[in-house]
């Protein structure tokens, strides 16, 4: 665990420790790559070398006066790949896949496979729900858990608190014309009570070319710490089979195989 210079920026992040397969994890909004790397790595790590970095204003990476975007979120991405050096296994939760989903569009080239858990390619495509915003109930508990690791401590949670809902009441604004023209095998993983409406998340695997789709019943955006042995076993069976997936019936996937 280091500190590198993302496009200039003070960045905390894991660089991988071995070579071979890399799955880059991309952490959900108002979180930290602690929370997939806890989640997710002692499983992951077996077949993968892992890496990860804390986004600009989340975690121990500092923040600045800019407002968060998913753009600017795809840039900080875009740039450790490069430092990285390697094509990547992309995995995003919540903000990380909708990050994911940007760089999938913009640098497929950097890019193996992207699984994408919990995501929403347009803001209208959200569960109506309550504001969190620092009078709301449990933000106290969420600005002591946020200054455990953030340089501003306790002072900049409600900063970050206000950035992060202005950045979802406003992004993405992904089109279905412009998830069609991804090419990069993508998996697109969500709970059948998650934050994007089912109709949502079904739209976009529909669009985006040979994608492949698993909801998991009984479960919440909080999917990946919900069923965490089932999800990593769909993701790393993602990851590693044929793509397209060999079935008995295929109707909807090209019959053409690329193994990687």
């Given at each position: 665990?280091?500190?590198?210079?993302?496009?200039?920026?003070?960045t905390?992040?894991?660089?991988?420790?071995?070579?071979?397969?890399?799955?880059?994890?991309?952490?959900?909004?108002?979180?930290?790559?602690?929370?997939?790397?806890?989640?997710?790595?002692?499983?992951?790590?077996?077949r993968?070398a892992?890496?990860?970095?804390?986004?600009?204003?989340?975690?121990?990476?500092?923040?600045?006066?800019?407002?968060?975007?998913?753009?600017?979120?795809?840039?900080?991405?875009?740039?450790?790949?490069?430092?990285?050096?390697?094509?990547?296994?992309?995995?995003?939760?919540?903000?990380?896949?909708n990050?994911?989903?940007?760089?999938?569009?913009?640098?497929?080239?950097?890019?193996?496979?992207?699984?994408?858990?919990?995501?929403?390619?347009?803001?209208?495509?959200?569960?109506?729900?309550?504001?969190?915003?620092?009078?709301?109930?449990?933000?106290?508990?969420?600005?002591?858990?946020?200054?455990?690791?953030?340089?501003?401590?306790?002072?900049?949670?409600?900063?970050?608190?206000?950035?992060?809902?202005?950045?979802?009441?406003?992004?993405?604004?992904?089109?279905?014309?412009?998830?069609?023209?991804?090419?990069?095998?993508v998996?697109v993983?969500?709970?059948?009570d998650?934050?994007a409406?089912?109709?949502h998340?079904?739209?976009?695997?529909e669009?985006?070319?040979?994608?492949?789709?698993?909801?998991?019943?009984?479960?919440?955006?909080?999917?990946?710490?919900?069923?965490?042995?089932?999800?990593?076993?769909?993701?790393?069976?993602?990851?590693?089979?044929?793509?397209?997936?060999?079935?008995?019936?295929?109707?909807?996937r090209?019959?053409?195989?690329?193994?990687?």
């Amino acid at each position: 665990m280091t500190r590198i210079l993302l496009n200039g920026h003070p960045t905390w992040a894991l660089l991988p420790r071995k070579k071979g397969k890399t799955v880059v994890m991309l952490h959900g909004g108002l979180s930290s790559s602690e929370s997939l790397l806890r989640t997710l790595g002692p499983r992951l790590s077996k077949r993968f070398a892992l890496a990860a970095f804390d986004r600009r204003g989340h975690g121990r990476s500092a923040d600045n006066d800019l407002p968060f975007s998913y753009e600017a979120m795809a840039d900080e991405t875009v740039a450790f790949l490069e430092v990285l050096g390697r094509r990547v296994y992309l995995l995003g939760h919540s903000d990380g896949a909708n990050v994911a989903l940007v760089v999938a569009l913009r640098r497929p080239d950097l890019l193996k496979r992207v699984a994408l858990v919990g995501a929403n390619y347009h803001f209208s495509g959200l569960v109506s729900m309550p504001d969190f915003t620092p009078a709301s109930p449990g933000f106290s508990d969420f600005a002591a858990h946020y200054a455990i690791h953030s340089p501003h401590g306790i002072e900049h949670a409600g900063a970050a608190v206000e950035k992060s809902l202005a950045l979802v009441k406003t992004e993405p604004t992904l089109t279905l014309k412009e998830l069609a023209t991804i090419r990069v095998p993508v998996l697109v993983m969500s709970g059948d009570d998650d934050v994007a409406k089912l109709s949502h998340t079904v739209e976009m695997y529909e669009a985006i070319p040979d994608a492949q789709l698993a909801v998991l019943p009984g479960t919440s955006h909080a999917v990946l710490k919900e069923r965490t042995k089932e999800c990593v076993e769909i993701i790393e069976r993602f990851f590693t089979g044929p793509v397209p997936p060999r079935t008995k019936y295929p109707l909807r996937r090209a019959l053409s195989v690329d193994t990687d």
